[in-house]
């Protein structure tokens, strides 16, 4: 029995790095640094013309009846992180705020739709599916139950309509109860052996979302844990991006590297609630500035990679957007417009992706049109 035990947990933590791949761990485009503004900078009607390529990518090319495919390329669909065309319920919480934010309810009940017939289990909704499997994996997601979360507040608001928010009200509880316990946000609850990880990853953490649950007295307690955990994980002046997780049995923080997406995520946690720090501020405007915000880093600051990508720029746009900091935001918005295919012969034509490998990751073209809604 014991052994029975602890090869479930193995098989949990394994799942658990594996999810950090809802904070964005898929880069579609390789890139060197670029110079300081050796870019254009698009006009409104230029950038209209860009997003509804996007659009028309995503909605023709990248879609299918499950949901938005991982990957344009698709897989045998049997490695250990989503490939191909299996969907995850990230990119549907994610769709589902772009329509919120853009006001097209039609849009948004579709993809609500969708993502309830996908991805419904009855803890949560599965981080997963696979459909030349037709399997439909047991862990939620935290950081992805939240986005749909708060799609549906933000849907509420954007619509007029309390039934959103009543829903989002259910969701809330339900979440509360599996993903949460005394103060504490697990990264994924395991719906078919009933248990968490043991830990949280801190882009997992939606301090914004927390705030509009109805959850009283417990998600007070939840957030103000949180955020402190958030704090703590600070690296420091001279690097001032966030570790990668805490362990609650050891109280440690544990980062084998700094990832750019992960702690961009939780910068923008951080500003949605006014509670940044103002470094991470700075740091952030110079690198967007001299095009130089690499994949990832060393807890130090020093660059593993001069890989970038799409996700990186969308970020920082929605941060600068959050802080009013139009400067930011275009700057960010024509650094991340650099990666799209504007190649009309090629398959993946105004998508954000790789021409020459065809490869365009579901997360890369999301977070940049949701970079389109803010």
């Keep these: 029995m014991r052994l029975t035990i602890n090869i479930i947990l193995c098989s949990i933590l394994v799942l658990s790095v594996l ?6 761990s898929n880069v579609s485009v390789k890139q060197a640094a670029l110079p300081p503004y050796q870019y254009s900078v698009n006009s409104d009607s230029q950038r209209d013309d860009r997003k509804q390529l996007l659009q028309q990518f995503v909605a023709n090319k990248l879609t299918g009846s499950h949901g938005i495919y991982t990957n344009y390329i698709d897989t045998a669909q ?3 992180a989503a490939t191909g065309h299996e969907v995850l319920s990230e990119s549907m919480g994610l769709l589902m705020r772009v329509y919120a934010l853009t006001r097209d309810q039609i849009q948004f009940d579709k993809a ?3 993502a309830e017939q996908t991805f419904a289990m009855e ?3 599965s981080y997963r599916f696979s459909p030349k499997l037709n399997k439909l994996y047991s862990v939620n997601a935290a950081v992805d139950d939240l986005r749909m979360i708060r799609a549906l507040y933000e849907a509420e608001e954007a619509f007029a309509n309390k039934r959103y928010g009543e829903l989002a009200d259910k969701l809330s509880a339900r979440f509360m109860k599996h993903n949460v316990r005394d103060g504490k946000l697990f990264d994924f609850y395991d719906n078919e052996h009933n248990m968490t990880n043991a830990f949280i990853t801190l882009c997992y953490i939606d301090l914004r979302t927390l705030q509009l649950t109805p959850e009283g007295d417990k998600k007070d307690v939840l957030a103000q844990s949180m955020h402190s955990i958030i704090q ?5 002046d001279d690097f001032p991006f966030y570790e990668t997780r805490y362990d609650y049995s050891s109280e440690q923080y544990e980062s084998d590297e ?3 997406v992960e702690s961009l995520l939780t910068i923008l946690s951080l500003v949605e609630v006014g509670q940044h720090h103002p470094k991470s501020i700075d740091f952030i405007k110079k690198q967007v500035q ?3 915000l690499y994949g990832r880093y060393t807890r130090d600051g020093q660059p593993l990679t001069t890989i970038q990508s799409t996700a990186i720029y969308a970020i920082t746009a929605m941060i600068g957007s959050m802080l009013g900091d139009q400067s930011l935001y275009e700057d960010s918005m024509s650094r991340m417009e650099q990666f799209q295919v504007l190649q009309q012969q090629s398959e993946l034509y105004g998508a954000y992706g790789d021409i020459e490998s065809l490869q365009a990751f579901s997360f890369d073209n999301l977070m940049a049109l949701l970079a389109y809604a803010y």
């Excluded at 999810?19 to 964005?24: I, K, P, R």
């Excluded at 703590?232 to 420091?236: C, H, K, T």
């Design 290 to 292: 001299q095009g130089t």
């Design 78 to 80: 049997n490695e250990l």
């Design 123 to 125: 803890s949560g909704f």
């Design 258 to 260: 700094i990832r750019t």
């Design 112 to 114: 609500w739709e969708l």
């Design 19 to 24: 999810l950090l791949a809802a904070c964005g």
């Design 232 to 236: 703590g994980g600070y690296l420091s």
